[in-house]
């Protein structure tokens, strides 16, 4: 066995976040780790990469003990770690990111040639092409995903841990990042793959280990089980399937009218958008990262000034008012990203529980605790928003279920427009199942709601209507109930529907 973690626990005062785990690896295998959020799979590889020390057990690599202090002490034992957000240099170039650490120089200078090359032989010797000269900066984020392979593949890694790394890719990227990691592995290389996505574990994966609660539930060949009986292991019921009721469409909550915002070089970011969402109605936008959705939703929202155009929200006109007008006048906020949009880090879990409901928490224009104890716990357990307490940090809380809090904030809001961006990146198909019951919720209660996903399958399962986003435009509108996913993969490369 190439790689053995044998009665691995861990435990942070009172909460043990792995309870005596046993994990193994197999030369040339791809074995996915894959639990609800907060299962202690993020923790387990930590300590595989020596970013934390276990309290107890022991790791052996080809049968020998080792023991880790650090990620050089794991680096040298022939162990990568790709991480969820990707750590990279962006003004630097694909060459220098790859061989930083490990620089070829040429007396005290850095050689630039040595490393060129270097870079294009290891994208030759394992298929990953990549441009050396390209700087990071102007790369897409598949691009980015195969140059921290390739960095770790230059550190001599063996055995490379991949941390939820299609979180943020295309379907073609995932396509493509799929086959990449069957090759690789086919060279002899080990990944252990970190996911949520089972659609894509079930393709790519040998083995797959399911935590549940820091406890190992069991540990299954790929071959031999499906997606259903994973979920089952994962949240330890049965999932609910989704009723999606037939809503009487009212007046539009929301209408956008000739929506432009100028780019660089004369290419505008977004361009002479129109559209509307009405009451009851779910309308997702789909298209390829950086074809205008976020400029398109930071415009609504009062984050981005635009150019020209329009917005009317429940029939006030709020072109150019400040985020707090626009939100009073009726709009609730699922940012796409929630560490930069929806939570302060250094602020506890009920102080960003509450941002939003300080008219119904506060008497008097003073906070009440007991409001707030109330209100926030009742999220957190209908949520299953896993933290130590009410007072502990944001930034203590795994990605999925800050997320879960943050969806628990808006969705509470109860207002008659929700924008819902990219709603269940990082969750667990528990709190998946949770978070779209809540959405269709708000639909049948006449909610009207913007959808934008990355993620096809949820676009197609939530929306109504689908808008096709390409180059700053609205490349297509499709009724939901008979869109497939071809027609929406055809929009999103610039082509025409058809069908």
């Known amino acids: 066995m190439l790689l053995e973690m044998d009665s691995i626990t861990k435990s942070y005062g009172s909460v043990t976040a792995n309870h005596s785990v046993n994990f193994n690896l197999r030369k040339g295998e791809v074995h996915a780790l894959i639990g609800e959020n907060g299962a202690g799979k993020t923790t387990l590889m930590r300590i595989l990469y020596g970013m934390e020390r276990p309290t107890s057990g022991e ?41 930083i650490g ?18 294009l032989q290891l994208s030759q010797q394992y298929g990953m092409p990549v441009n050396p000269k390209q700087k990071v900066a102007d790369c897409s984020l598949g691009m980015q995903q195969r140059v921290e392979i390739l960095k770790v ?38 990944f252990i793959i970190i996911s949520h996505k089972l659609g894509e574990i079930m393709e790519v994966a040998d083995r797959i280990t399911v935590l549940r609660d820091g406890h190992i539930t069991g540990t299954v060949n790929a071959a ?20 999606r009721r037939k809503v009487e469409y009212g007046e539009p909550v929301i209408n956008v009218q000739s929506l432009s915002i100028k780019g660089a070089k004369a290419k505008p ?26 400029e398109l939703l930071q415009a609504i929202s009062g984050l981005m000034p635009y150019d020209e155009g329009t917005i009317t929200i429940q029939d006030v006109n709020v072109t150019g008012a400040s985020v707090k007008q626009i939100r009073e006048s009726g709009l609730a906020h699922i ?30 224009g003073i906070l009440q605790g007991n409001s707030i104890k109330k209100l926030v716990s009742e999220w957190v357990q209908r949520y299953g928003i896993k933290t130590g307490s009410l007072s502990t940090k944001a930034q203590y809380l795994s990605g999925g279920n800050l997320q879960k809090l943050i969806v628990a904030r808006e969705i509470a809001q109860q207002t008659p427009f929700l924008i ?35 993620e096809l399958t949820e676009i197609m399962k939530l929306s109504d209507r689908i808008l096709v986003m390409y180059e700053g435009k609205i490349a297509g509108e499709l009724d939901a109930a008979i869109a497939t996913e071809e027609q929406i993969s055809l929009l999103m490369a610039g082509g025409k529907a058809v069908g």
């Open 59 to 99: 790791i052996r690599i080809n049968g020998k003990v080792v023991a880790f202090h650090d990620p050089t002490d794991a680096i040298g034992q022939n162990i990568g770690m790709v991480h969820q957000h990707f750590m990279l240099f962006p003004a630097f170039t694909i060459a220098e990111n790859i061989v």
């Open 102 to 119: 490990r620089e070829p120089s040429k007396g005290l200078k850095f050689d630039r040639k040595t490393a060129i090359e270097g870079t």
């Open 153 to 190: 593949l230059y550190q001599g890694a063996e055995i490379i841990i991949l941390d939820e790394p299609t979180g943020v890719l295309t379907p073609l990227e995932v396509k493509e990042f799929l086959i990449s990691i069957k090759k690789l592995a086919e060279t002899g290389k080990s």
């Open 224 to 243: 031999d089980t499906n997606e259903e009986e994973l979920s089952k292991m994962m949240v330890g019921r049965e999932l609910v399937k989704l009723e």
């Open 269 to 294: 970011l977004l361009d002479d958008i129109n559209f509307n969402v009405r009451e009851g109605e779910i309308v997702g936008i789909a298209g390829i990262s950086g074809n205008g959705q976020s």
């Open 335 to 364: 940012p796409e990203d929630r560490y930069l949009w929806g939570v302060s880090k250094d602020a506890t879990v009920s102080d960003n529980g509450i941002m939003g409901h300080l008219e119904s928490t506060s008497k008097y």
């Open 420 to 454: 819902a961006a990219e709603p269940t990146r990082g969750v667990d198909v528990g709190a998946m199942e949770i978070i779209h019951g809540e959405l269709l919720k708000r639909r049948d209660e006449k909610a009207g709601i913007l959808l934008v996903s990355s």
